[in-house]
């Protein structure tokens, strides 16, 4: 080939372009051929060709088992050209009772366990269809659907299945693709053929009608729906949601007032051997301090053993402290975006799933029914050649015995068709007998009749819908609550209460005292009476605060930035190390300090200043944050920083306040206002330098101070410092600390 002609084949197409389209491609395949499920039959390309292999290799319901390799070795070499290991993992989960409300396949051999084990190899396991797949492949060969080629155009498959069955909500659906997903949880196909019929009844109902059918969903591992009933409602008119699933459990009661509560369902899809290990693990970090052991004692139903610490444990307190600590409770998603009818996604709310349903049914049954009435006609063509055969048995015999051209001159003689002499040429001779005559007529007229309710039928609407709703109750019937395998199995619950759990039911109280470094390095040493100085630091570091608490504390944390920062003392790094930086567990600015370090006391009131003698009171509840951002209670003025914060006991009447000039004031504790947040007023004034340490007393006891960690001196009389606040006070006691600091 030449140069040119080489050149003539070469485009500049922009990059950018070239990338959108071959994108857009990739994301329109993911979309349509392997994430989102098809409205009308609630099933992905790969588990519809698994279905209707299965059709072809004939295991039907009352079929022997086939090995499932040769299943998953016809659908990729027919239909799906993918790894066999998608395809055996895709039929698996049709097979998996506790994974499908409503198995598609009925599986012989391990195909998993609700533990979360694997199936075994597809070698070693059988299957067949289901019941309810059979309802899915119903009139697959009466022209109910269309067909397309396959991917190497040598057979062909269904585009969708006739689903007599509501697959789509009955067994859910999840898939991710590209910039969309899917989140469908499993329903009662009772319920939803009721819905179905008051669709049919009632075609311009809202959806808050259907959900007096479809009251929730209904799970293969049962469960206890604690959604509440408007929150249910709105997730199925938005078809965007998510409910609320817990175990089921309930008190086994024991000798002396002992009990034990056994777990008998866990949520949908949480694996029970995963639960297990989780509530062990904390069982051995010692955070669920009311429960004493914990046992699996489950066989072919599940029974999981929680034993409490002892008889006054609260078991409504133990069950709600599990359920938000492990998988016993789990949010379930809704997001009902399928693909329609014309293969656009979309989300669609509980009644435009059914209305499309509905529109696919009524569409397979007019198809079906024109089928049928070609194939009545084309019958009836036959039958009534078979009728002038009888009338003129002699006449036929003779003309097919002595003409030449025997077609010939029996459609000119009687009007024949092609299709009716062909058959009567090939009509036996035992066909000939009176008995034979007298079927033949009694099967025309039946034909003649059907076929009159066959046109009846595409003729009038109303009909159409009747023979749905005929159909929708026979479907209800088969699979509804009067069965065991449509029996609801996840309850619905009221909302529960909140329960209100105290913390020392989270952690284990344990004495520790709070170590934080000069560098800012935290961590927890267990017991009470640690030296700081004792312990052992990064070099170049050295002791900060060490403060006394208990694990079921909640540590607060005042930055010269005036902002209060809470960390849980139970997650508070161990003793063992050096600890880690406390610039990492909360957003403390490199620029700021700590300026203290206390656990929160319920009712306690703190004094905060800045060190330009500015500050306030302010609760200590005030203090506490939600998130490691901190919260902004102190605003320093430009320049200044937090210098003080120290608690505000039940009987103390006056604050006392020292400046770096080494002046004291003490104040009327009523003089200074509580504030939940602002800069505060002026507490003292100061000529050169700023606030150094303040303290909250009682008069009558006597202004103290420490100096050194076994000696305090108090100043019984404090009233020569006393004066109105904002005043700049006078020169500090005789052995007042040289670091101007009521503490060492």
């Not at 084949?9 to 990059?15: E, M």
């Not at 009523?670 to 002026?682: F, H, L, N, Q, W």
Request: overall charge negative.
């Amino acid at each position: 080939m030449s140069d040119a002609a080489v050149a003539g084949d070469i485009r500049d197409i922009d990059f950018g372009d070239a990338l959108g389209e071959r994108y857009l491609s990739y994301a329109l395949s993911t979309i349509m051929a392997r994430s989102l499920p098809d409205v009308r039959d609630g099933l992905k390309p790969v588990h519809r060709r698994i279905l209707h292999a299965m059709r072809e290799l004939r295991m039907d319901p009352g079929s022997a088992y086939k090995k499932c390799a040769r299943v998953v070795g016809d659908v990729i070499g027919k239909f799906h050209p993918h790894g066999e290991l998608a395809v055996y993992d895709a039929l698996v989960r049709l097979a998996q009772e506790f994974a499908q409300r409503y198995p598609l396949i009925d599986g012989q051999g391990n195909f998993g366990n609700v533990d979360g084990d694997n199936a075994a190899a597809m070698r070693y396991t059988e299957s067949r269809l289901s019941a309810v797949a059979q309802a899915m492949l119903e009139g697959l060969a009466e022209d109910a659907v269309d067909f397309r080629a396959t991917y190497d155009a040598e057979d062909r498959e269904p585009v969708v299945l006739p689903a007599r069955f509501p697959n789509l909500l009955a067994n859910g659906a999840a898939g991710i693709a590209v910039g969309m997903a899917t989140a469908i949880p499993p329903h009662n196909a009772g319920e939803l053929c009721a819905a179905l019929l008051h669709l049919i009844d009632h075609p311009d109902c809202p959806t808050g009608e259907l959900v007096a059918h479809v009251v929730g969903p209904d799970f293969p591992t049962g469960g206890v729906l604690v959604e509440p009933p408007e929150a249910i409602a709105e997730a199925y008119a938005a078809g965007r949601g998510s409910f609320r699933l817990r175990a089921r459990w309930q008190k086994e009661m024991l000798s002396h007032g002992l009990y034990r509560i056994i777990v008998d369902q866990i949520p949908y899809q949480v694996p029970k051997g995963r639960l297990v290990e989780k509530i062990a693990a904390l069982l051995e970090e010692k955070k669920l301090p009311l429960l004493a052991d914990m046992n699996d004692e489950s066989a072919d139903d599940m029974r999981i053993v929680l034993e409490p610490k002892n008889r006054n444990v609260d078991a409504d307190v133990l069950m709600e402290q599990l359920f938000r600590l492990t998988e016993l409770e789990v949010k379930v998603p809704l997001n009902l975006n399928v693909l329609d009818a014309a293969g656009v996604p979309r989300v669609m709310n509980l009644k435009e799933a059914l209305q499309a349903f509905l529109d696919h049914r009524r569409e397979v049954l007019q198809r079906r029914s024109r089928h049928r009435l070609a194939s009545v006609a084309r019958r009836m063509e036959v039958l009534r050649g078979f009728v002038i055969v009888y009338v003129n048995l002699d006449e036929v015999i003779r003309i097919i015995r002595e003409a030449d051209d025997p077609k010939a001159e029996m459609a000119a003689r009687w009007s024949l068709t092609d299709v009716q002499i062909e058959a009567i040429l090939n009509m036996r001779l035992r066909a000939l007998r009176r008995l034979e005559e007298l079927a033949l007529r009694k099967e025309l007229d039946e034909l003649v009749a059907e076929w009159a309710q066959l046109d009846a039928l595409l003729a009038s609407d109303r009909r159409q819908w009747q023979a749905l709703a005929r159909e929708i109750a026979a479907t209800r019937q088969e699979f509804g609550a009067d069965t065991p395998l449509g029996r609801r199995r996840t309850l619905i619950a009221a909302a529960p209460e909140p329960v209100d759990i105290p913390v020392a039911a989270l952690v284990e109280r344990e004495p520790i005292t709070v170590l934080l470094s000069q560098k800012g390095w935290l961590r927890a040493v267990r017991g009470h009476g640690i030296a700081a100085a004792d312990q052992k630091y990064k070099e170049g570091d050295g002791p900060g605060f060490a403060v006394p608490a208990e694990t079921t504390d909640r540590l607060v944390v005042f930055g010269s930035n005036g902002r209060f920062y809470t960390l849980a003392a139970d997650k508070l790094p161990g003793g063992r190390g050096q600890g880690e930086p406390l610039r990492l567990m909360i957003d403390l600015p490199n620029e700021a300090e700590v300026v203290a370090l206390f656990p929160h006391r319920p009712g306690i009131t703190l004094l905060v200043a800045s060190d330009d003698g500015r500050g306030f009171l302010v609760a200590g509840d005030e203090a506490l944050a939600q998130t490691r951002t901190g919260k902004q209670v102190l605003i320093p003025a430009q320049g200044a920083k937090a210098a003080v914060c120290t608690p505000v006991g039940d009987g103390d009447d006056a604050a006392a306040f020292v400046g770096d000039n080494r002046r004291m004031l003490v104040v009327d504790l009523a003089d200074i206002p509580e504030m939940a947040r602002g800069r505060g007023v002026i507490l003292q004034r100061y000529r050169m330098g700023g606030l150094a340490d303040a303290k909250a007393f009682r008069l009558a006891d006597g202004l103290s101070w420490r100096q050194s960690e076994s000696r305090t001196r108090t100043e019984p009389d404090p009233t020569p410092w006393r004066g109105p606040r904002a005043t700049a006070g006078r020169s500090v006691p005789q052995g007042f600390p040289r670091s101007g600091r009521f503490g060492p």
